[in-house]
């Protein structure tokens, strides 16, 4: 908005005051006439609210001139276009179409759940999942299964861990002593895991082969991760619980008319024919 980015515009606005401190106002009150066109003080407080968040902070007397500007300057341009053309009438009626629909949504999610609603869909998400394992481990990766034989032996010598990889790793964890953090089931290649998921916290793995190469590993730690609680996940419960309020919305106003739909015959690439909207 060109007349709330610059004060100077602003300031150089010169607006016939219309109404008086005493003056009772609605929605319907006039605050401005272009050429005969009306602006509302509902016009003017409809397009506040779409301002950005930046704007809001603006003073009220500033703010309201340079709406009122602004829907001048909109009502000016809007007169230069022809609007009995076919497309700005299909713009409109997808415009309202899109609004009207967006309002009736806003009305279903705005419903209050209840505490009771909120747990039953918590439980039907997270009441039946098991505990999850979790595994921290390490590894030294090398090319060959010669040379992950020859780092067991070293290990079983009583070599230290850490420092065998950062000798002898080619993975990016080398440098770090090979220490992979903490990981779930399904995080790692499958003989990766499998070896982890059989092992005790201290124990070293035997070769194990995967794409990368040959590992040897050690088992750091492990513990059980439960479902998250509810206070963690009550966001996305709660647009669960919307999004399931709009489907069923939109099942019973389907159930209740009858739709039509009529595209037999037609080609579907016609959706890009632009043409058509200057017949």
């Known amino acids: 908005m060109r007349n ?7 300031a150089c606005f010169a607006v016939t005051p219309v109404l ?15 050429n005969g066109t009306e602006i509302t003080m509902g ?5 506040r609210t779409q301002l950005p968040e930046q704007y809001l902070s603006t003073p009220d007397d500033i703010l309201f001139e340079g709406i009122i500007q602004q829907l001048v300057d909109q009502t000016l341009l809007g007169a ?14 997808n415009e309202s179409r899109a609004l009207k629909a967006a309002i009736a949504i806003d009305a279903v999610i705005g419903q209050a759940f209840s505490d009771e ?11 039946n ?36 990889a950062k000798e002898k790793s080619t993975g990016p964890s080398g ?28 124990d070293i793995s035997g070769t194990v082969q995967t794409q990368f190469g040959w590992h040897v590993l050690i088992l750091n730690d492990k513990r059980d991760i439960p479902p998250p609680a509810l206070e963690s996940v009550i966001g996305e419960i709660t647009q ?14 389907r159930a209740g008319v009858s739709v039509e739909i009529m595209i037999e015959g037609i080609d579907p690439a016609e959706i890009k024919n632009l043409e058509l909207l200057n017949q």
Not at 43 to 47: D, P, Y
Not at 117 to 127: E, F
Not at 131 to 160: C, K, M, R, Y
Request: no cysteine.
């Open 80 to 93: 230069e276009i022809d609007d009995d053309t076919l497309e700005l009438r299909l713009t409109l009626e």
């Open 117 to 127: 609603d909120i747990a039953a869909a918590y439980n039907a998400a997270y009441g």
């Open 43 to 47: 016009h003017v407080i409809l397009l």
């Open 4 to 10: 709330l980015l610059a004060a100077g515009a602003i």
């Open 240 to 253: 669960t619980l919307q999004q399931d309020a709009i489907e069923a919305k939109i099942d019973e106003l």
């Open 175 to 202: 440098p770090n002593g090979g220490e992979l953090g903490w990981f779930g089931l399904g995080m790692m290649a499958p003989p990766f895991e499998e070896a982890v998921v059989a092992m005790e916290v201290g």
């Open 129 to 164: 999942l098991p505990v999850e394992p979790e595994f921290n481990a390490s590894h030294i990766l090398v090319e060959t299964e010669e040379e992950a034989d020859a780092l067991i032996t070293a290990l079983n010598d009583g070599a230290d861990f850490a420092e065998l």
């Open 20 to 34: 008086a401190q005493d003056t009772e106002i609605s929605a319907e009150t006039v605050v401005a006439v272009v």
